[in-house]
């Protein structure tokens, strides 16, 4: 079975940083682009932002730009997503799913993990 875990969600308070994780197996993660979505309380999803196997980024969102970096680990088969100067409005449910190869526009994801949960408070 294909899977992906997220990995290091937490509290953080306003400015701080976090870096979360997105771990696959079952699959060869280096052929997949691996996006970032997440769900505030009473929000639709939202994609964030995305790496292709050749690790080209797409921003989806614009308020991640200039403070959400992504990369990966092929070796790992782990890709990360690093943010910077959090705010409140960054508190959501954070997923990882993975694509074919390059980031679609509008995406279109066919693998998912189960999220893990990111809140920003004082």
């Known amino acids: 079975q294909l899977q992906l875990v997220e990995s290091g969600g937490g509290l953080v308070q306003p400015g701080g940083s976090l870096r979360l994780s997105c771990a696959a197996s079952?699959?060869?993660?280096?052929?997949?682009?691996i996006g970032w979505f997440r769900q505030a309380p009473g929000k639709e999803r939202e994609a964030v932002l995305c790496i292709s196997s050749s690790r080209g980024t797409t921003y989806y969102l614009d308020s991640a730009k200039g403070r959400f970096t992504i990369s990966r680990d092929n070796a790992k088969s782990t890709v990360y997503l690093q943010m910077g100067s959090l705010k409140p409005e960054d508190t959501a449910d954070y997923y990882c799913?993975?694509?074919?190869?390059?980031?679609?526009?509008?995406?279109?994801?066919?693998?998912w993990g189960q999220g893990t949960q990111v809140t920003v408070s004082s």
């Open positions: 079952g699959f060869p993660m280096d052929n997949y682009a």
């Open positions: 799913a993975a694509d074919f190869y390059t980031c679609s526009d509008p995406p279109t994801f066919p693998y």
